[in-house]
């Protein structure tokens, strides 16, 4: 099932096949995760700016680059139901170059790890487990609609904003700053529940337990957009204690236009899901970057 009848004699990867592996388009959130850790984190970004560059480097095409090639293998079964067209099912990258390719970066991701101290590459180490638990066997955490996009929220938000701050404190951040990374990886829980809506008929045959297969589209959009006004309106409720009420007012504006997004979405679950990944989420993210120059100026 691995390899289609179009690429039956191909041994070697397709170069662009390689490329759409590691997924240049997810490389995003965890950048701009660490990138919001390392304002957060009170030192000044452009003087540290090839630390902060190379942290950004490891976090999205390394580490996340990673961790779409190691879930392309373990769910090529799954891809040839969803995605036959993609780089493993298709053939564009046959035999078992999908596995080689992700342990390499594998290996490369804990080297580049290194090079950012004792804080990143604990950091690194965490990321590269998380990644290997979410999709391969026997621990496999995807086949889970709760522990999956957790899991992923955690790697994606919640490690990268507590590694950009601890890498140029060269410390354990301060507890504001971890309690806000908490905040953003627990609402990306809800996001990443709405990117499994493109995947139900081979997680339906593959025993992959997420929430739109286990709930149905309408109630796990409700619950993914709980998720992530609740995260929101915490982060709301931590700026105004901690006396930043301008911060805490833009991060309100764009959860009130999230709520308007949302309202969209579920009228078409399915339909509008990709069209709030590319709306709301826009939004959430900025918010994460607000909420980072508040504890910026607290630093």
């Not at 191909?10 to 701009?32: C, H, N, S, Y």
């Not at 957790?150 to 701050?165: D, H, I, K, Q, R």
């Not at 806000?180 to 339906?204: P, V």
């Not at 969209?264 to 990944?277: C, E, I, S």
Request: with cysteine; glycine share 10%; hydrophobic share 55%.
């Amino acid at each position: 099932m691995t390899v289609s009848a179009t690429y039956p004699d191909r041994t070697l990867p397709e170069p662009r096949a390689m490329l759409r592996l590691i997924k240049p388009i997810t490389w995003f959130p965890p950048v701009w995760a660490f990138l919001c850790g390392a304002v957060s984190s009170g030192v000044p970004v452009l003087q540290n700016w090839a630390l902060v560059l190379l942290g950004m480097v490891l976090a999205g095409p390394i580490v996340c680059g990673m961790s779409q090639a190691a879930n392309d293998w373990c769910d090529r079964h799954v891809d040839a139901v969803n995605e036959p067209d993609r780089p493993i099912p298709s053939g564009r990258i046959p035999g078992r170059w999908g596995l080689w390719i992700a342990l390499t970066m594998t290996a490369l991701s804990l080297a580049v790890g290194w090079l950012l101290g004792p804080w990143g590459f604990a950091a690194t180490l965490v990321g590269v487990i998380a990644a290997w638990a979410y999709s391969a066997e026997p621990v496999r955490l995807k086949r889970s609609g709760w522990w999956g996009p957790g899991l992923v929220g955690l790697s994606y938000e919640g490690l990268p904003w507590f590694t950009g701050a601890a890498v140029l404190l060269s410390a354990a951040p301060r507890f504001e700053i971890v309690a806000m990374a908490a905040l953003y990886a627990l609402g990306a829980h809800g996001i990443m529940t709405l990117n499994d809506f493109k995947a139900l008929e081979g997680d339906r045959q593959h025993g992959v337990r997420s929430l739109p297969v286990t709930l149905g589209l309408e109630v796990a959009a409700k619950i993914a957009c709980t998720v992530m006004g609740l995260a929101q309106a915490l982060v709301i409720a931590f700026l105004l204690v901690l006396g930043q009420p301008w911060h805490a007012l833009a991060v309100t504006a764009l959860l009130a236009a999230q709520i308007a997004a949302m309202r969209v979405l579920f009228r078409d679950p399915k339909g509008k899901a990709p069209w709030y990944n590319g709306t709301g989420v826009v939004l959430y993210v900025t918010g994460m970057m607000v909420t980072a120059f508040a504890l910026r100026g607290l630093g």
